[in-house]
């Protein structure tokens, strides 16, 4: 849906009242509130938070009530004149954007202005909110994050401009940046049969190297992709991309085996509570965890002498997801076995092959393989046949 621009025009009269129940007054009579009704007609106003019904006051004045930010609606945040002055500029740039229809990241946004906002957060912070608050997604705003995701192996996308992305089977390595999903046309997967989101880009580059895409899984080609870390909005439309449009290739997820490794698969899987909101159209409930699990590390041949302690921040992170509703039930016997043992591990606990050739299957000795943890390449390889593929 798009958001037309005299909705975010009626925020720019707000009065200065606490920003968390601001009111900005509408036409006063009820023919020019009816063209106001109509002129923004088809947005949706949710029960809680964000935009109430309209409400007529005691003078028969018809207003709108904007409750922002919505995520802490009701807990009466900060209000000074810094805060109302970066709220106004950034709508002020959204209007901008909005009249012209041109798009502009989040990082141009901050340049526009950096002695109003200070700093790169405010701006993603306020983006946030305007975008949960009016219920629209982020792209209605005209507004875009920079792409920080890769992705290789057997997929191609085709952009609106009629540039094609294929960074095939891994011979140049890198994989390619992962573009907005206003700028996608649309994605070719043909002969797929897996797609791997890989939490790290360092195990993403060494598996999308030809000894891995050719010679290991030549026979079953698929698609890697990686957000670095917790994801950008781009990279997690990618996947709900993928997933709709593909809905029987399998997708799996690879993350580091400690709690920060979980939290950022219920990203992919549930969405993050930022954009809880944007929900579904971002989480891919069908992703599959692959690895890396604490209960393997004794068959993967991990000595627990080698494992890392579990940091503070760790521990509560572990606990507040084990506070989660609708946390899976092996995810949870997972964290409490890591907070059980105070270890953790990460994805490079899997050794990767020294040389091409050793990613063969054939040639991996088994007492080799467990030296310093199972081959990368075989684990990976061994997991999606386990998972069907």
Not at 25 to 45: H, K, M, N, R, T
Not at 71 to 79: I, L, V
Not at 223 to 230: C, N, P, S
């Amino acid at each position: 849906m798009r958001i037309h621009p005299s909705l975010l025009r009626a925020l720019l009269s707000l009065p200065s009242c606490p920003i968390a129940a601001l009111r900005a007054p509408v036409a006063a009579s009820q023919e020019s509130y009816a063209d106001f009704e109509q002129e923004i007609g088809g947005l949706s106003c949710p029960p809680k938070g964000g935009l109430s019904e309209m409400q007529q006051s005691t003078t028969s004045t018809p207003t709108r009530q904007l409750v922002f930010p919505r995520k802490t609606a009701g807990t009466r945040p900060s209000c000074n004149g810094a805060n109302l002055a970066q709220l106004v500029k950034t709508i002020e740039l959204v209007l901008d954007g909005l009249r012209g229809n041109t798009f502009a990241t989040k990082r141009d946004l901050y340049y526009r202005s950096v002695k109003t906002f200070g700093r790169q957060d405010r701006v993603d912070y306020i983006i946030e909110d305007l975008a949960a608050t009016l219920q629209v997604r982020r792209e209605d705003l005209n507004v875009l994050a920079a792409s920080k995701g890769l992705f290789a192996g057997q997929i191609s996308i085709i952009t609106v401009s009629g540039k094609t992305l294929s960074p095939g089977s891994g011979e140049d390595g890198g994989g390619c940046l992962v573009p907005a999903a206003v700028s996608i046309e649309r994605i070719s997967c043909e002969g797929a049969r897996w797609v791997l989101v890989v939490e790290k880009e360092a195990v993403f580059q060494s598996l999308c190297c030809p000894a891995f895409l050719k010679e290991t899984m030549g026979d079953c080609p698929g698609v890697l992709v990686t957000g670095k870390g917790y994801p950008d909005v781009s990279t997690r439309e990618l996947v709900k991309r993928l997933s709709d449009d593909y809905p029987s290739v399998p997708i799996f997820c690879l993350v580091d085996s400690d709690p920060h490794g979980l939290d950022i698969l219920w990203t992919y899987k549930f969405g993050s509570l930022s954009l809880d909101f944007d929900k579904e159209n971002l989480a891919v409930t069908r992703i599959q965890w692959l690895g890396v699990r604490g209960s393997e590390w004794d068959s993967l041949g991990v000595d627990r002498e080698e494992l890392l302690p579990l940091a503070k921040a760790d521990r509560a992170k572990a606990l507040k997801m084990l506070q989660r509703d609708g946390l899976p039930l092996e995810w949870r016997r997972e964290l409490c076995y890591l907070l059980h043992l105070q270890r953790k591990a990460e994805i490079q606990v899997l050794r990767v092959p020294p040389n091409p050739n050793t990613s063969k299957l054939d040639l991996i000795q088994p007492k080799e393989s467990l030296v310093l943890g199972e081959d990368l390449f075989r684990y990976v390889s061994r997991k999606l046949a386990e998972g069907g593929v």
